[in-house]
């Protein structure tokens, strides 16, 4: 999902899907984008005339999001946000930005789940030129959010504050206030005093300094929140229609 304060779709880079989805009241457009035009002038133009054998791949679906991914972003700017993040801040404020999701001392690791970048921003530039030069259609994390991790980690060899990328590294509490290893028990209803004290704790640390939260969804899509989990707390609090479905 692509947001932008004004959204301008050129003739031909996009079909508007008008009559399959009825008009709703928060502003969402449904948008099919013309790979040939979106790539044009990137140096992944090359995917788009492979498509009719790079869509056989079994990967195909996952890579092709990915790559259309940096690429809108790249072409108009905006923030992306994966399907399965709630907005807890006003995001206007973000610029180029990516967030942590691990934070060690040989080098952190990041995430493409929450995305704010310019136009023609320069580390979007190098991560589609790392995409055309070490694509492989048999990996799954290879060509997202590795890919982006290899760009940042391979320029600050060079450049330690990154300033030719022109990117703000946002710290994992931000976008990603509870990590994958962890979500899981945030689906339960805490079962003591102790545990409940704890979730109370994160989720008012969650409210005061996160802007996003990330549920984490290729893990946790079998998991129905608890009554009074801090995953279901958020829900209530945030989210317009996400318990409607529960």
Not at 29 to 54: Q, R
Not at 59 to 86: C, F, K, W
Not at 111 to 132: I, M, R
Not at 219 to 226: A, K, N, Q, R
Request: net charge negative; glycine share 4%; charged share 20%.
């Amino acid at each position: 999902m692509i947001y932008q304060e004004k959204v301008v779709f050129p003739d031909g880079v996009y079909d508007i899907c008008t009559t399959e989805y009825p008009p709703i009241k928060h502003k969402v457009a449904v948008a099919v984008p013309n790979l040939d035009e979106l790539l044009e002038g990137t140096p992944t133009h090359i995917f788009a005339s492979v498509w009719y054998e790079w869509r056989k791949t079994i990967n195909y679906p996952l890579h092709y999001s990915e790559l259309v991914r940096l690429a809108a972003l790249y072409r108009y700017g905006g923030i992306y946000l994966d399907s399965d993040i709630i907005v807890l801040k006003p995001l206007k404020s973000l610029r180029n930005s990516i967030g942590t999701v691990k934070e060690v001392s040989r080098g952190s690791s990041f995430s493409g789940a929450v995305l704010a970048f310019e136009k023609q921003s320069p580390f979007l530039l190098e991560c589609l030129k790392e995409w055309y030069s070490t694509y492989d259609d048999t990996l799954i994390q290879w060509n997202g959010a590795e890919l982006m991790t290899r760009v940042i980690r391979n320029h600050s060899d060079s450049d330690p504050n990154r300033e030719h990328l022109e990117i703000q590294l946002e710290p994992s509490f931000t976008f990603y206030p509870i990590n994958s290893t962890d979500i899981n028990r945030y689906f339960s209803e805490p079962d003591s005093t102790a545990e409940r004290a704890q979730h109370d704790a994160l989720f008012s640390r969650i409210l005061n300094y996160s802007t996003t939260f990330h549920f984490w969804n290729s893990i946790t899509s079998s998991l129905v929140p608890e009554s009074n989990s801090l995953v279901e707390r958020i829900l209530n609090h945030y989210c317009l229609h996400c318990l409607d479905v529960l």
